[in-house]
């Protein structure tokens, strides 16, 4: 049952941040902009992924389905952040 549990969270948090953070991405690219976000929620965001990557691998039995789970969301995250840097500086060089 634990481990059907784990698998369940696991594939479910896999589900909407491969579906999700990629699509604003996209979205972030095109427009070049990240208006709208806000860089201290976003840098939250790629905080919580990463610390549970690391949680996961630093438990005496190492955890693959908080690892694998969260990892994409962390990549994704910090994706996001840099857009968010790039474009705003952008968007100040332009004024």
């Not at 952040?81 to 968007?91: D, I």
Request: charged share 15%.
């Amino acid at each position: 049952m634990t481990d059907f549990v784990g698998f369940s969270a696991f594939l479910i948090t896999v589900i909407y941040t491969c579906l999700g953070l990629p699509v604003q991405i996209r979205k972030n690219y095109r427009s070049k902009s990240t208006a709208g976000l806000s860089p201290f929620m976003i840098l939250l965001m790629a905080c919580a992924f990463s610390t549970w990557v690391i949680y996961g691998l630093i438990k005496s039995d190492q955890d693959w389905y908080i690892v694998g789970s969260n990892f994409p969301g962390a990549v994704f995250s910090f994706t996001i952040l840099s857009q968010t840097w790039r474009y705003r500086s952008r968007a100040k060089r332009q004024d």
